[in-house]
């Protein structure tokens, strides 16, 4: 079975929508996450969660960690078209590790 | 400046060949990676390297073989590949010793064995 899980598998939305995607695991998430990964590139780091709770935005990308360091969600508000890509959560799950587990993704495709 | 780069970009080869697939980081990292992202764009680590030395060496085949000749490189060698081995290969690398510790990703090489 999958260590994190990604919801939705992909999604269209309409530009200027808001959208949520989630990651979730059964183990405790000692670090999370998140890149973007546009076709035939390599994956850019988006943001980094540790804490129970916290909650980091970029630009119009917010990201949680829940308080038990288990789900963490991405947020996007007012979507454009350069947000589209493949979001991918990854997570250190043995705490202190280098060894990342990644969630299969979601593509997002936001339509003008 | 690339940060991490990779050669080369597409790699098409038959079945049983030995190729090989080179990284270099100009960040000044001491810790480098080499991930495999499938059909399923599933992607999964296969080794990591900190300082030269293997740190991570998860259950991959021993057709492929990981060097480290500095800090700055890591190549990646398959030997006899087989169609399974078909994806996209991308090398990262990271500090380990910062607080965030992101792991910045190359470009990524697309390997198709015929």
């Known amino acids: 079975s999958q260590e994190l899980e990604q919801s939705p598998q992909s999604l269209i939305v309409q530009e200027g929508k808001n959208l949520t995607i989630n990651c979730t695991s059964s183990k405790t998430l000692y670090g999370l996450y998140w890149y973007k990964q546009k076709y035939g590139e390599g994956l850019i780091f988006l943001m980094m969660?540790?804490?129970?709770?916290e909650e980091k935005s970029h630009e119009k990308i917010t990201a949680k960690l829940d308080e038990k360091k288990q789900q963490s969600s991405l947020h996007i508000t007012a979507s454009q078209p350069s947000h589209a890509g493949i979001y991918l959560c990854?997570?250190?799950?043995?705490?202190?590790?280098?060894?990342?587990?990644f969630g299969k993704g979601t593509k997002l495709t936001v339509n003008p | 400046d690339t940060a991490v780069s990779q050669t080369p970009k597409y790699l098409v080869t038959q079945m049983g060949n030995d190729k090989s697939i080179k990284c270099e980081q100009n960040l000044g990292h001491d810790t480098m990676y080499w991930y495999k992202q499938d059909s399923k764009k599933f992607l999964k680590i296969m080794f990591s390297y900190n300082n030269k030395e293997l740190i991570i060496n998860e259950t991959v085949p021993n057709r492929f073989s990981p060097k480290s000749p500095d800090k700055a490189h890591l190549n990646l060698h398959i030997n006899s590949l087989e169609l399974g081995d078909s994806a996209v290969y991308f090398c990262a690398s990271s500090q380990v010793r910062t607080v965030v510790r992101e792991q910045f990703f190359g470009p990524g090489t697309r390997l198709t064995v015929l």
């Open positions: 969660l540790q804490k129970g709770g």
């Open positions: 990854g997570a250190d799950l043995q705490g202190g590790s280098e060894k990342l587990v």
